[in-house]
């Protein structure tokens, strides 16, 4: 079992759909994240945190004096985390929604916790006005942040999910071993925010409750040099007035977990901290309960939990084994 978050608070949306709502979500994701570290440790289970690198600064005069000089120019500026630096506020007291240096520092503090990338400044690797160029410095910048806590960046998770293939040689250079690839079937394939339609919504957000598909193993795959560790399924908020929904998603996530288990492949779970961020006991009991069904299988099956980067650099070892005993 792999589970990553994608931990961007404000930096992961554009101002303008940041409502009162998805505020108080930011705000409680900064109470979720320490409940969270205590219940896995409590389990014994690992986590890869995919971090924006701009949340690795508390001040913001250090955070301007890292920015890279190369950045996109996406055809909608909007999208660009650079648009919005004036309303920064000065430091991680003042504007939480945009530092986050404190929480990496508490994340690093607890057992088999994994400080990922989720590159640097949220970058949209398919949207209009991505380029290599800016892409590489993106990269390079937020190895450079994380570095600044003793943090190497080994697995990466693409924002939004826009994996770009082409860019995978890139990431390989800039130190990465692992990414997280798209779950199966076409709803789920990173594409534009433009060709991200409601049909694809819909059936995403169906799937997440029905048995529409199949469950699959997951199974790493080298791609371009690095192991993918595709997602399995993305794990919605608790429904407080529609509890059935959460039974309905128990039952679909266990079902992957066990196919998996019994499979010796790989469950992939994924949400972000603000997910967590309103009824966080409600979602924390969901999450308590999904963490009662992997030690089942744990105990059944032999299931483990790892990180990102543990179940890459068991690939590798695993492949670097194989070809010694083919030679």
């Known amino acids: 079992m792999v589970i990553s978050l994608d931990l961007e608070q404000a930096w992961g949306s554009e101002p303008q759909r940041i409502g009162p709502a998805e505020l108080a979500a930011y705000h ?12 896995v440790a409590e389990r014994n289970v690992a986590l890869t945190w995919a971090t924006v690198g701009l949340l690795f600064f508390d001040e913001r005069d250090e955070m ?3 920015l890279p000089a190369q950045r996109p120019s996406y055809a ?10 004036n309303d920064v506020g000065r430091n991680e007291r003042e504007d939480p929604l945009h530092f986050g240096r404190s929480l990496l520092r508490r994340i690093g503090a607890y057992p088999r916790q994994e400080i990922a990338g989720h590159s640097f400044s949220h970058y949209y690797a398919l949207e209009d006005g991505n380029d290599p160029e ?3 410095a993106d990269l390079a910048a937020a190895s450079k942040a994380a570095a600044s806590l003793g943090v190497e960046l080994k697995s990466l998770v693409f924002p939004r999910n826009q994996v770009k293939e082409a ?8 130190g990465y071993e692992s990414f997280r690839g798209t779950q199966q079937g076409g709803s789920h394939d990173g ?10 919504r819909a059936a995403r957000l169906a799937e997440t409750y029905l048995p529409l598909t199949p469950n699959a193993p997951g199974r790493p795959v080298v791609t371009a040099g690095l192991v993918n560790i595709a997602a399995s399924h993305f794990l919605r908020p608790a429904q407080i007035r529609l509890t059935a929904l959460d039974q309905l998603q128990r039952i679909r996530i266990r079902g992957r977990m066990r196919c998996a288990a019994q499979r010796r492949g790989i469950c992939h779970i994924w949400w972000h901290p603000q997910n967590f961020g309103q ?3 409600q979602n924390l009991h969901m999450l308590g309960a999904i963490l009662d069904d992997y030690r089942r299988m744990a ?10 980067a543990e179940l890459a650099s068991s690939c590798r070892r695993e492949r670097s084994d194989a070809a010694g005993l083919a030679a």
């Not at 409680?28 to 219940?39: E, K, N, T, V, Y």
């Not at 860019?167 to 250079?173: A, D, G, N, T, V």
């Not at 105990?299 to 990102?308: E, I, Y």
């Open 28 to 39: 409680g994701a900064r109470r979720a994240i320490p409940r969270i570290l205590d219940l």
């Open 64 to 66: 301007l004096s890292q």
């Open 167 to 174: 860019y995978l040689p890139l990431c390989r250079s800039a």
């Open 299 to 308: 105990d059944d099956f032999g299931m483990t939990s790892v990180t990102m």
């Open 279 to 281: 009824d966080i006991d």
């Open 191 to 200: 594409r534009p925010r433009r060709g991200d339609h409601l049909r694809h």
């Open 134 to 136: 800016s892409f590489a």
């Open 76 to 85: 909608d500026p909007a999208l660009s985390a650079y648009a919005r630096l």
